[in-house]
């Protein structure tokens, strides 16, 4: 048997990309780090998106610590205090019309309890998705993501509709409202919603108007707007909700990720109070649907965004980093700048002035510079890597952030 860490994930665990085989094993997180087995520290600069309020928030470990004392689980016939009170808290922050909460324990499942309203309260069942979009790994999810995907995965959910994504070149926000126009129209059984990203998780921003015109269509046809915010909300963006930058309210969102405090797994929908039309169907029955213990990270961790002002704080540090990577370009040729919204950011690099061109090759050589100076990312697209902060990011991190950048940027 292995008996390195790795060695023993990768004998054990079945492998699939971006997970097993591992590049290290982690043996501490705290704030914005990583510490692996062998002591070398990270910043995290991507966290799957779950470390809103930074890695092992005390607060959130002592909440937890008192609840496993008292109520660690609650059958899903009883309630509990700490799931009515986060349901109250996500209610209070929605600016619709009145709404209703289902939590899951993970994104994934979410997304399928929001397609599952969908359909009950429209009598439909066809969606329309942008083409590459990415809502999770449920067949109903995963079949969002593309018109064809691997074919050994066998078929997906029938009306499944793709849309030209926004973000794509040659007039690509005009060729994504065509394509649903063209969905709309040519539907035999009706559209039942329209699911997206309000911004999307690779940082791209819509332009003006853009979700608002969607937001027409929908009602036009009697379909549903579903704003994936999964990585996206939470202040985030600089807003609670990011669909609060977009113009247009939906009739369902979906959050999850750093829901949980980054810690526990939990998500949510909240939705309309209208489509509250099928109590006799599970829709969402979970077993951990009301755990007090994921509920009470939930709670706490968007009392501690609150309370802390990190909403706002995350606007203010857009416009601080983009002022400072343009800084940073005019010493660095191989930076071009910073897209995204609130601390939702993907940095830019030019792939000429490295001698490469554009595409996986180039990014991975880009994320092992990173990691060469304790800097832990991914790649967002053919020539950006993530620059997800942590909304707790102190001013002195963010200078050593960049400190770290520049010298990562010097060696590509």
Same mark, same amino acid.
């Given at each position: 048997m292995p008996n390195n860490l790795v060695d023993r994930d990768a004998a054990?665990?079945?492998?699939?990309?971006?997970?097993?085989?591992?590049?290290?094993?982690?043996?501490?997180?705290?704030?914005?780090?990583?510490?692996?087995?062998?002591g070398r520290r990270f910043i995290?600069?991507?966290?799957?998106?779950?470390?809103?309020?930074?890695?092992?928030?005390?607060?959130?470990?002592?909440a937890l610590k008192r609840q496993l004392e008292t109520l660690p689980f609650s059958p899903r016939r009883f309630t509990n205090e700490p799931a009515v009170a986060l349901a109250e808290k996500l209610l209070a922050r929605w600016p619709g019309a009145p709404a209703r909460v289902l939590f899951a324990t993970g994104g994934s499942d979410a997304i399928e309890i929001a397609l599952k309203l969908a359909r009950v309260a429209t009598g439909r069942h066809e969606t329309i998705s942008l083409e590459g979009c990415y809502h999770g790994h449920g067949f109903g999810a995963f079949g969002l993501t593309r018109a064809r995907p691997d074919a050994?995965? /066998?078929?997906? #959910?029938? %009306?499944?509709?793709?849309?030209?994504?926004?973000?794509?070149? $040659?007039?690509?926000?005009?060729?994504m409202l065509e394509d649903m126009r063209c969905a709309f129209a040519q539907s035999d059984g009706g559209i039942a919603a329209v699911i997206a990203e309000p911004i999307r998780s690779n940082c791209h921003v819509p332009p003006p108007g853009l979700w608002q015109e969607v937001r027409r269509l929908c009602d036009q046809h009697g379909a549903l707007l579903i704003f994936d915010e999964i990585p996206s909300g939470l202040g985030k963006t600089g807003r609670f909700f990011?669909?609060?930058?977009?113009?247009?309210?939906?009739?369902?969102?979906?959050? /999850?990720?750093? #829901?949980? %405090?980054?810690?526990?797994?939990?998500?949510?929908?909240?939705? $309309?109070?209208?489509?509250?039309?099928?109590?006799?169907l599970d829709l969402g029955h979970y077993t951990h649907e009301k755990n007090p213990l994921t509920t009470l990270a939930a709670l706490t961790t968007i009392e501690i965004i609150e309370r802390d002002g990190l909403v706002e704080r995350a606007a203010e540090l857009e416009t601080r980093i983009i002022e400072r990577i343009a800084e940073l370009s005019r010493r660095r040729p191989s930076i071009i700048g910073v897209r995204g919204r609130g601390l939702l950011l993907a940095v830019e690099f030019d792939p000429a002035a490295c001698g490469m061109v554009a595409g996986p090759e180039f990014t991975a050589?880009?994320?092992?510079?990173?990691?060469?100076?304790?800097?832990?990312?991914?790649?967002k697209g053919p020539v950006s890597i993530g620059l997800s902060l942590p909304l707790t990011i102190t001013d002195a991190e963010l200078d050593l952030v960049f400190d770290k950048l520049e010298r990562a940027a010097a060696a590509v």
């Amino acid at each position: 048997m292995p008996n390195n860490l790795v060695d023993r994930d990768a004998a054990a665990f079945f492998h699939q990309e971006g997970s097993s085989p591992c590049i290290s094993a982690l043996r501490a997180a705290e704030g914005i780090w990583l510490e692996d087995v062998d002591g070398r520290r990270f910043i995290d600069l991507h966290g799957n998106t779950v470390h809103h309020i930074g890695h092992r928030h005390p607060e959130v470990v002592a909440a937890l610590k008192r609840q496993l004392e008292t109520l660690p689980f609650s059958p899903r016939r009883f309630t509990n205090e700490p799931a009515v009170a986060l349901a109250e808290k996500l209610l209070a922050r929605w600016p619709g019309a009145p709404a209703r909460v289902l939590f899951a324990t993970g994104g994934s499942d979410a997304i399928e309890i929001a397609l599952k309203l969908a359909r009950v309260a429209t009598g439909r069942h066809e969606t329309i998705s942008l083409e590459g979009c990415y809502h999770g790994h449920g067949f109903g999810a995963f079949g969002l993501t593309r018109a064809r995907p691997d074919a050994r995965l /066998g078929p997906l #959910l029938p %009306g499944r509709w793709h849309a030209t994504p926004y973000w794509a070149q $040659d007039n690509g926000p005009e060729r994504m409202l065509e394509d649903m126009r063209c969905a709309f129209a040519q539907s035999d059984g009706g559209i039942a919603a329209v699911i997206a990203e309000p911004i999307r998780s690779n940082c791209h921003v819509p332009p003006p108007g853009l979700w608002q015109e969607v937001r027409r269509l929908c009602d036009q046809h009697g379909a549903l707007l579903i704003f994936d915010e999964i990585p996206s909300g939470l202040g985030k963006t600089g807003r609670f909700f990011a669909f609060e930058h977009v113009g247009a309210v939906p009739d369902a969102v979906v959050m /999850g990720k750093g #829901l949980g %405090g980054g810690i526990l797994p939990i998500a949510a929908v909240v939705a $309309d109070a209208r489509l509250n039309v099928a109590p006799e169907l599970d829709l969402g029955h979970y077993t951990h649907e009301k755990n007090p213990l994921t509920t009470l990270a939930a709670l706490t961790t968007i009392e501690i965004i609150e309370r802390d002002g990190l909403v706002e704080r995350a606007a203010e540090l857009e416009t601080r980093i983009i002022e400072r990577i343009a800084e940073l370009s005019r010493r660095r040729p191989s930076i071009i700048g910073v897209r995204g919204r609130g601390l939702l950011l993907a940095v830019e690099f030019d792939p000429a002035a490295c001698g490469m061109v554009a595409g996986p090759e180039f990014t991975a050589r880009l994320v092992s510079a990173c990691m060469a100076e304790g800097l832990s990312t991914t790649s967002k697209g053919p020539v950006s890597i993530g620059l997800s902060l942590p909304l707790t990011i102190t001013d002195a991190e963010l200078d050593l952030v960049f400190d770290k950048l520049e010298r990562a940027a010097a060696a590509v």
